[in-house]
């Protein structure tokens, strides 16, 4: 059986690129290429999923942009 996931993939200060999975708590890795990233991600999700298999997972509904006077 085949499940997609959303993946958030952010870049840090360092040049990291940072990517997480909202509907698995814990779930995120970090790479210095996307290439490496979407595998490292891949791993992360079903090490994620072996271990998580019984609890709940959170639907990801989305990211809503917000501006505020700063």
Do not use: W
């Amino acid at each position: 059986m085949t499940k997609e996931f959303s993946v958030v993939i952010e870049k840090d200060s360092d040049g990291y690129y940072v990517a997480s999975v909202p509907e698995l708590q814990g779930c995120h890795t970090q790479a210095k290429s996307l290439d490496k990233l979407m595998a490292r991600i891949r791993e992360a999700i079903e090490l994620c999923l072996e271990v998580e298999k019984d609890y709940p997972r959170n639907q990801f509904v989305g990211v809503q942009r917000i501006a505020v006077e700063v």
